[in-house]
């Protein structure tokens, strides 16, 4: 009797945990076209509940569906051991949580979104929700606030009561050099507009600035840095915007920061070059201090080693758009600085890093989009950062990077690295790197969203990095041509609706190592490159998560879907099925391909029309029967990639990296 009631009891404990319990729902910082969302819980021991979301416009009647929230909960990132210590980088089990976004949305723009929560086994409290949130509007100046204009070193005439020589004489109330260069207050308050009239501004920053009248001189003392402390607000930036009358050059001289705002937060730079120095914009240091919605809008910069630099975990909403980013990096081929089976045979190797990254940010609610990126290590990179805050606002989420065109990088284009929730990367363009193209190093949970991307001579390894244990990947309806890349080992991620397509090199087209027997791949197009062992699939032999893996290796489709029960309604097909994109073929694996030379649409007859699965707020609006594999829908435009109106100013050299695409 006893042991029949212990036995009734453990069941009902197990009963128990298999239901779930709704806990808090966060609401993360909205971008322009995004909301994130993450729904902690408890239970769910058995994996089988799921939240449904459905959303509309304020005011609208009819509910669209976008995809549900992401299951997560119990997977382990430990990231690689660090060269002196026995610890792991992370050591870090993912909490249980549903999270999400709805994609695809317009700007400041109130939507409704409702949350359905459903378990086989029950739900313990509110199943369904439904809030109000607002996508964030595109950052603008204000109307109404004071003008004042600047002027270069080299402008003659008299100067009236708001106009100054130099911007730190208009953003405080003077500027000098040297031991009297902070002594001045702050001039603007929100809603200011400094205007910035056409010249190069360049501070002499060795000399004792003052005595000698003829020498230039702009007030930044002898490290050449602009310490702008003064904050604007969301609806009240303080612009510094290029008056209109020619190219604005903010040059550093050879110093190490140009612009330093770890104090000034709501900054708004509109038109603005900068140049000469190692980096243009500093926002914010790990556990020191940084800023917030910082915009750089229709600017350019090069011969710089950053152009934005930003680590600190509360740096929330900046906007970075419609600029020009060229790095130090040979502009004429392809360099690297580890791969010593690929590279070590050019000249040069390994190449020094002199430009590491264009932007690399961490935080909350920033926007990178069409911008074109050269000649860097890094294009765009979400700080890798480490072990996540547990603190609410203090962790990387809900980022958005999009419509970037990104050529002639060495290491990655995009890094949705250190990234917990809802981290995005879509609409890109990514062509002619030393190694990968997008990374995920690592997702602490996710999701990251990696959907409907180009990828094009990822020289030595592919399109993907899935390194460092990350966890909570969706990849979905991209273009990769070479190969997938490097993909694991990693947990709880998810393939559809992509083309991966080998360009004949000698590597295999798809290898995948999970840790979690939930991970999965399905609706695909692959093209196998000429080798044995095309496919694989590592995966644990048992249901769960932190599995061990075992290594089946797989030369064709058929096999690897038969011993691997994944990708059962993926296909094979060749470049033929795009309008016209070619192998590399190239013996010198240095040479870069400018990317507008190909067409990546679909052939009419491609064997990849249809032949996708719906995926909501991705797929939204195919042509046919189902969804096309690959970035494009048959019949729709491609996106545009890079800046929407090149900004003012002229190209380096008339390299093709340098001048980017014809515009």
Known sequence: MAVAVLCALAGNARAADNAVTPGALVIERPTLLSLGFDWKIAGDDNRNAEVAVTY????????????PLFRMGGEFIAGPKPQYGGLNYYNYTVPPAFAGSVLNLEPDTGYEVHFGMRDPDGVNGEAEKTINVRTRKVPAPATGGRVYHVY???HKGALGPNEFTGLLAAYYMGADESDHSNVFATRVRPGDVILVHAGVYKDNRFVYGGFDKTIENYGTSFDGTYYLTASGTPDKPIVIKAAGDGEVV????????????????????DGITVRNTNVGFLLGIKDILGADGFTLINGRASNVGRVVRDDWAKSKDFYIANNVFLGRHDPERITSWIGTDVWA?????????TSEYAVKVYGQGHVVAHNYIANFHDAIDHATFGVPSDKPGEYGASVDFYGNDMFNITDNCIELDGGVHNMRAFDNRCANT???????????????YIYRNIAYNNVATGA??????????????????????SLGPASNFHFRNNLILGDGEKRPIFQAKTFTSYSS????????????????????????????????????????????????????????AFIDVKPTGADDPRKLFPPEAMDFRLRPRSAAIDKG????????????????????ELGSAPPHYGPEVWPVGDAPSQLRSETGPPH
């Open 464 to 485: 993907l990095k899935l390194l460092d244990n990350p966890s909570g990947i969706l990849i979905y309806n991209n273009t990769f041509i070479g190969g997938a890349g």
């Open 250 to 269: 903010f040059d550093g001289n050879g110093n190490d920061t140009l612009f330093n705002l770890l104090a000034a937060s709501y900054n708004f730079f």
């Open 152 to 154: 270069p070193f080299s």
């Open 56 to 67: 509309r416009k304020a005011g609208e009647v009819k509910w669209r569906n976008a995809l």
């Open 434 to 448: 030393a190694h990968l193209a997008y990374s995920t190093q690592p997702i602490f949970g996710g999701p990251a």
């Open 521 to 576: 791949s399905d609706y695909n197009g692959f093209g196998p490159n000429p080798v044995p062992g095309n496919f694989a699939w590592d995966g644990p032999p048992f249901d769960g998560a932190n599995g061990g893996r075992v290594h089946k290796v797989y030369d064709t489709l058929a096999d690897y879907q038969k011993g691997s029960a994944q990708d059962a309604h993926s296909i094979t097909l060749a470049l033929d």
């Open 613 to 632: 699965v719906v995926l909501p707020n991705i797929t939204d609006g195919f042509k046919g029967r189902a969804p096309d594999l690959g970035a494009y």
């Open 345 to 353: 045979k050019y000249p040069g190797f390994p190449a020094p890093i």
